[in-house]
């Protein structure tokens, strides 16, 4: 079973791409961020000719979150326990017995801006939407869009973020705190020496110097960790590749488990 997360950065602008990626890729599950789609005109039809499920949970202009599965997705919630913002950034669904949430967290803008700390709240909120999901003790994933790199080894240069979100000691300790709550940081389980980005800025060039962080993650608990066999990004996709849709600027991240 192949699980995919991947900021689509709209998906209006970049609808076939997404189509075309699954196609060529069969992917069992995609989790999609930034749809910036209203509800009612997501891509359902587009999806369900490809052989798709949907379940999209959408605000228009801004955020919206997505579950595309080749299997039945059953059980949708929107948002987290105890949120108290209004806003399109979890959902989550169970699809052949995983439940799998797709994440878009807040940006956080700067350390001193109000979003910083609803930043922070958010990511409190997660820890205790994990924390019911061990009582139930079912395999689930936690796929999404982090805006956080979690250690110094997950940004090209530590030093050019230094004073600014994605990097600060608060947020990587909410994202550390799931580890301790009994999460696995996919890619790291699978490779926890090597350097490589999920995202890169549209400016200056960034893409081509790799000059990216890794701020889109796959969290899953033991017993999906114990049948993952592999953990990938799909940096071709981040090209242009002379596609009439620019790309977004994250790349998938996809898993493969043994199940």
Known sequence: MKVATWNVNSLKA??????????????????????????????SDRFADIGYNSA?????????????????????????????????RAISALVGGLRVFSLYIPNGRSLDNDHYRYKLEFLDRLADEVRAQMAID??????????????????????????MTHVSLDERRRIAALSELGLSDLYRATNPDETVFTWWDYRNGAFHKNQGMRIDLLLGNQPILKSLSSVVVDRDERKGSGKEERPSDHAPLIATFEL
Not at 142 to 161: H, I, K, Q, R, T
Request: proline share 3%; glycine share 8%.
């Open 14 to 43: 970049r609808i076939n791409r997404v189509v075309d990626w699954l196609s060529l890729n069969q992917v069992d599950i995609l989790l999609i961020q930034e749809t910036k789609l209203k509800q009612d005109a997501f891509y």
């Open 138 to 163: 079912e395999p689930f994933l936690l796929g999404g869009d982090f805006n956080v790199a979690p250690s110094p080894v997950d940004v090209y240069d530590e030093s050019a973020f230094e004073g």
């Open 56 to 88: 999209h949970f959408g605000q228009g202009q801004w955020n919206g979150v997505a579950v595309i599965s080749r299997h039945e997705i059953t059980d949708v919630k929107f948002g987290l326990q105890g949120e108290t913002y209004d806003e399109a």
